[in-house]
């Protein structure tokens, strides 16, 4: 019985997408971004998502992600902010957010009051933290470790996934101590142990989204006892080895999990890059390429935005609902303005201010298609995903219009998706900028398995949405 009703809900699924592409209209017409390129092309969508897996594999946090974008930046001639003279047409420059969020920009050749290209992301992304008091010796003599969850996540699917640990410590005599162990070939790695089948059977009535509870994350940390200490006085020790500190300095550390595999070419056509954390800095990294690679000196001033804490609200003094991005702005107009600068400059900057909030998207899924509705879902390979979700949540129509106007006179592809109604759906940063009287559209490229320990992307999706970024810095 389960089977049939599993096949009639597929066949049912097929008979919706068969629908949707026979129907005559002009989306059954819309070709994957594959079969719109040239040898060329085809050249530059591999040669990018190369470089985009190596941002990935040492960007698995906003800090990693901020540290790596600064590095790619200051490569590339931009410089750190920190005097008013700095800001002239074509300066290229960096605000540093206290080093979890990021502001590239480049000075354009009218004033900032004008207005300006803005893409902001988030580069934060699900992932496991640890208490302030994180090892616990648990039944069977193994230490593990006490952790919280970060964003929405599955939790079952962090079960038997080799973890790293990653992030930094603060010490009370002032250090900075960055810690990473399990990335690295020889580094031991975290497991969270899953229950075997052999015993399980008093587990097996719990449903799908509750295999394991939020308690239950914990990850191995050690299981050698010391001749005369506990196993957790030994897992310290290491530490203390490791890294000179004290049990207590963990109060002070921003420590997370993470998945320890690397990115990978997905498929034989090795036409999808899986990794974990695409969402969001898949979309942080295309913004911040295209700045960086952006020539000569753009009409209107263009920034890429990496913002913090998005899968939980965009909260603290790094996430978007902060003033990094206003105190940014009126720190370059009064640069510009001089002794004359006032609020009002800030919110006429603001005002005539297009932004793009640049989120990943779910894309329909190949083994439960029946989640999205099909008229109306994203595809991998069609291109950047133009979000609908009406409501008061969408752009205005006239700038849906100057965006479909970019993307069309630069040969883009697009498409657009709108969640099934009463299903859920998902969030952007896009509301706390548009509050600011910004002029806000929210775009993005599918994935599948999102906020998954690895997440997929199509690499021409990718090219195409760093293609379109760069097309926007310069947009009059």
């Keep these: 019985m389960i089977r049939r009703a599993i096949a009639i809900t597929l066949a049912g699924a097929l008979v919706c997408l068969t629908a949707a592409a026979q129907d005559g209209s002009v989306w059954a017409t819309r070709k994957s971004g594959w079969l719109l390129l040239n040898s060329q092309q085809r ?29 790619l930046a200051r490569a590339a001639g931009f410089a750190d902010f920190n005097d ?11 605000i540093n957010g206290r080093d979890r969020a990021v502001i590239l920009i480049i000075v354009g050749s009218e004033p900032i009051t004008a207005g300006s290209r803005l893409v902001g992301t988030h580069h934060d992304s699900p992932h496991i933290g640890l208490k302030a ?18 964003g929405g996540i599955k939790k079952y699917q962090w079960a038997n996934e080799p973890l790293a640990l990653i992030g930094r410590i603060d010490t009370t005599d002032g250090r900075v101590i960055d810690v990473s162990i399990g990335l690295n070939a020889n580094d031991p790695v975290f497991v969270i142990p899953d229950n075997a089948p052999h015993s399980d059977t008093e587990l097996r009535s719990r449903t799908y989204a509750n295999v394991l509870a939020g308690e239950e994350l914990n990850p191995v940390a050690g299981s050698i006892p010391g001749q005369n200490s506990s196993v957790i006085a030994e897992v310290m020790k290491q530490l203390t080895a490791m890294y ?3 049990e207590e300095d963990l109060v002070s550390a921003e420590l997370q999990l993470v998945p320890a595999a690397p990115p990978a070419d997905v498929g034989v056509d090795r036409g999808i890059v899986g990794a974990y954390g695409q969402d ?25 935005y990496l913002s913090n804490f998005e899968e939980v609200g965009s909260v603290n003094n790094t996430g978007a609902a902060s003033e990094f991005l206003n105190t940014t702005f009126a720190r370059l107009i009064a640069a510009q303005r001089g002794a004359s600068y006032s609020d009002l400059d800030l919110r006429t900057a603001l005002r005539n201010s297009q932004v793009v909030s640049a989120d990943t998207n779910d894309g329909i899924n190949p083994v439960f298609p029946q989640t999205s509705e099909a008229s109306n879902a994203a595809r991998l390979g069609y291109g950047v995903t133009i979000k609908t979700y ?20 630069n040969a883009i592809p697009w498409q657009t998706q709108t969640p099934k109604v009463d299903v859920g759906g ?6 706390f900028l548009s509050k600011q009287d910004m002029e806000v559209i929210d775009l993005g490229v599918p994935l599948l ?5 690895f997440e997929m992307s199509s690499k021409v999706d990718v090219w195409n949405f760093y293609r379109f970024m760069s097309a926007f810095y310069q947009s009059r």
């Design 43 to 71: 050249a530059d969508v591999f040669e990018f998502a190369e470089q985009y897996k190596a941002y990935l594999r040492v960007a698995k946090s906003a800090l990693t992600s901020t540290r790596e974008v600064i590095r």
């Design 84 to 94: 008013p003279s700095q800001v002239k047409p074509g300066a290229r420059l960096i």
């Design 133 to 150: 008091r994180p090892f616990i010796l648990a039944p069977g003599g193994i230490v593990l470790m006490k952790t919280v969850y970060y």
């Design 244 to 246: 000179k500190i004290q």
């Design 280 to 304: 969001d800095r898949l979309s942080s990294y295309c913004a911040a390429r295209a700045v960086i690679d952006l020539k000569g000196t753009p009409g209107y001033t263009a920034a890429a």
């Design 390 to 409: 009406r409501g008061g949540f969408n752009a205005n129509s006239e700038f849906i219009a100057r965006i479909r106007r970019v993307l069309d006179s």
């Design 426 to 431: 998902g969030g952007t940063i896009g509301g």
């Design 449 to 453: 398995s999102m906020h998954a320990t």
